[in-house]
């Protein structure tokens, strides 16, 4: 048994949804479960109609649900192949997942608020237009597909907007209502990034979460693989949008892969940490050419490698830098400054200090203003904005002394900000201006892909 995802641009257009269900029937053998983005653009739309109707434009919010409804229309139509009957039935279920959507957008627009709740309930409706469309996409070309209510498998907590599994109640979950299709030699299909509370509350596990969801998916019914089908070869060794000469990484770790999906690569952040538990390989393939094998990860990776295997970057990056002689021999002081990070809920991804200053990263979507208004109390604090952090994720970093001294060259007129390398020997990072961040990019790739390869 394995579990595919699709996500938004696999599933793009009729072609690209026939194309992915190609690439299920070619692997029907081994008992798939499909997991499937909203098709791409439509969860910003559901987003535009949420803010719309806060705002009160009810006009522009019928603009926006009438077109995202005529759009998984034209899909079904064309993939039809005279099998009406499958096409009016879709656009009767199709009809009453947008109803749902206009009765809360009504609600919306009468309160002139959105509360978190709310906004998961709506944003979900993308997967659910998804699911039901490929699987009767399927249905009318012949393919045993059978919808499901992603709220019927995963069960979450209740943080709306980036939900946590409660796996046990998932994998029981799981096993009652996925394996008995799969028994029957029919094909599941879900829609990713949904959840549900055990008090019946719809949840979404964070933007991009699909991929979360169908590693929660692999782990709860102990699948042999986790495939997610994107728009790319697999995991590259740098952005190929930057940089031409990014070739496909064929095996990585779970750690290195986590690392890389930690800074923008093409896999949700979280999306390990079921796989890690269950001990599931995970491979990244494109729907666009399913010939290429893609990137397996697994939890130990390729034997006797080591060295540096990606440059990431993670931009909209803020560096908080903290100042007080207070810390000079005074336990719990770093606690104390750390708890208000908590207090406001802000993540922290890198971290510097020295005997009387603190520096960390942190994303620039956060509250910056009153943090820095209550660590005043604690510290001078220095805010600078538009940086972008520069990852070199590898295995073992620290035993070759050539890995550094390349990158430090390729950024020999190139002003440094912050610099982290963690015992662990996986990454080395380096927050830099964003304005110079291409072409760091590009140099430090060739120095330690190119250039080293070359010699």
Same mark, same amino acid.
């Given at each position: 048994?394995?579990?595919?995802k699709?996500?938004?641009?696999?599933?793009?257009?009729?072609?690209?949804?026939?194309?992915?269900?190609?690439?299920?029937a070619?692997?029907? @053998?081994?008992?798939?479960?499909?997991?499937?983005?909203?098709?791409?653009?439509? +969860?910003? $739309?559901?987003? *535009?109609?949420?803010?719309?109707a806060r705002?009160?434009?009810?006009?522009?919010?019928?603009?926006?649900?009438?077109?995202?409804?005529?759009r998984?229309?034209?899909? *079904?139509?064309?993939?039809?192949?005279?099998?009406?009957?499958?096409?009016?039935?879709?656009?009767?279920?199709l =009809?009453k997942?947008?109803?749902?959507? /206009?009765?809360?957008?009504?609600?919306?627009?009468?309160?002139?608020?959105?509360?978190?709740r709310?906004r =998961?309930?709506?944003?979900?409706?993308?997967?659910?237009?998804?699911?039901?469309?490929?699987?009767?996409?399927?249905?009318m070309?012949s393919?045993?597909?059978e919808?499901?209510?992603?709220?019927?498998?995963?069960w +979450?907590? =209740?943080?709306?907007?980036?939900?946590t #599994?409660?796996?046990?109640?998932t994998?029981e979950?799981?096993?009652?209502?996925?394996?008995?299709i799969?028994?029957?030699?029919?094909?599941?299909?879900?829609?990713?990034f949904?959840?549900?509370?055990v008090? &019946?509350? %719809?949840?979404t596990l &964070?933007?991009?979460?699909s991929?979360?969801?169908?590693?929660?998916?692999?782990?709860?019914?102990?699948?042999?693989?986790v495939?997610?089908?994107t728009?790319?070869d697999?995991?590259?060794?740098?952005?190929?949008?930057?940089?031409?000469?990014?070739?496909?990484?064929? /095996?990585?770790?779970?750690?290195?892969?986590?690392?890389?999906?930690?800074?923008?690569?093409?896999?949700? #952040?979280?999306?390990?940490?079921?796989?890690?538990e269950? &001990?599931?390989p995970v491979r990244?393939?494109n729907?666009?050419n399913?010939?290429?094998?893609?990137?397996?990860?697994?939890?130990? &990776?390729?034997?006797?490698?080591?060295? #540096?295997?990606?440059?990431?970057r993670?931009?909209?990056?803020t560096?908080v830098?903290m100042? +007080?002689?207070?810390m000079?021999?005074?336990?719990?002081?770093?606690?104390?400054?750390? /708890?208000?990070?908590?207090?406001?809920?802000?993540?922290? $991804?890198?971290?510097? %200090?020295?005997?009387?200053?603190? %520096?960390?990263?942190?994303?620039?979507? /956060?509250?910056? $203003?009153e943090?820095?208004?209550?660590?005043?109390?604690?510290?001078?604090?220095?805010?600078?904005?538009?940086?972008?952090?520069?990852?070199?994720?590898?295995?073992?970093?620290l035993?070759?002394?050539?890995?550094?001294?390349?990158?430090?060259?390729?950024?020999?007129?190139? #002003?440094m900000?912050?610099?982290?390398?963690?015992?662990?020997?996986?990454?080395?990072?380096?927050?830099?201006?964003? *304005?110079?961040? =291409?072409?760091?990019i590009?140099?430090? @790739?060739h120095?330690?892909?190119?250039?080293?390869?070359?010699?």
């Amino acid at each position: 048994m394995i579990v595919i995802k699709f996500g938004g641009t696999s599933v793009g257009d009729a072609e690209r949804v026939a194309n992915a269900i190609d690439i299920v029937a070619e692997r029907r @053998h081994l008992q798939p479960i499909v997991v499937v983005s909203a098709l791409s653009g439509v +969860t910003d $739309d559901l987003v *535009a109609a949420t803010n719309a109707a806060r705002d009160g434009d009810g006009e522009r919010v019928n603009e926006i649900i009438d077109r995202i409804r005529q759009r998984h229309e034209d899909v *079904a139509m064309r993939l039809v192949q005279q099998k009406f009957d499958f096409f009016d039935t879709f656009v009767r279920r199709l =009809d009453k997942q947008v109803e749902e959507i /206009h009765t809360i957008l009504r609600g919306v627009t009468l309160l002139h608020e959105v509360t978190a709740r709310a906004r =998961d309930k709506i944003l979900s409706i993308g997967e659910k237009l998804s699911s039901v469309l490929f699987a009767y996409s399927m249905m009318m070309r012949s393919l045993p597909g059978e919808h499901v209510e992603s709220e019927d498998v995963i069960w +979450t907590n =209740d943080n709306f907007g980036g939900a946590t #599994p409660r796996m046990d109640l998932t994998a029981e979950a799981a096993r009652k209502t996925l394996l008995p299709i799969v028994e029957r030699n029919h094909i599941p299909v879900m829609g990713g990034f949904i959840g549900r509370t055990v008090d &019946g509350a %719809t949840t979404t596990l &964070g933007r991009n979460g699909s991929d979360y969801s169908a590693a929660i998916v692999g782990a709860a019914v102990g699948a042999e693989e986790v495939q997610i089908w994107t728009d790319v070869d697999g995991l590259l060794t740098c952005d190929p949008r930057f940089v031409p000469a990014a070739r496909v990484i064929d /095996h990585l770790s779970h750690e290195e892969a986590a690392e890389l999906a930690s800074f923008g690569a093409k896999l949700h #952040p979280r999306t390990l940490e079921p796989a890690i538990e269950a &001990g599931i390989p995970v491979r990244v393939l494109n729907t666009q050419n399913p010939a290429s094998p893609g990137t397996l990860i697994t939890r130990e &990776g390729p034997s006797q490698t080591s060295g #540096p295997r990606s440059v990431a970057r993670k931009r909209n990056v803020t560096l908080v830098h903290m100042t +007080t002689n207070k810390m000079l021999g005074a336990h719990g002081f770093l606690a104390r400054l750390f /708890h208000v990070f908590e207090e406001l809920k802000i993540s922290v $991804d890198l971290i510097a %200090t020295s005997e009387v200053s603190v %520096t960390v990263t942190v994303d620039e979507q /956060h509250d910056i $203003d009153e943090l820095q208004r209550r660590l005043r109390d604690l510290a001078s604090v220095e805010i600078i904005d538009g940086q972008c952090i520069i990852a070199i994720v590898g295995r073992n970093l620290l035993r070759d002394a050539r890995v550094g001294a390349r990158v430090f060259e390729a950024l020999r007129d190139v #002003p440094m900000q912050m610099l982290s390398l963690g015992r662990s020997g996986l990454n080395l990072s380096i927050v830099i201006d964003d *304005a110079a961040s =291409d072409r760091a990019i590009q140099r430090i @790739h060739h120095a330690l892909f190119e250039q080293a390869v070359a010699v």
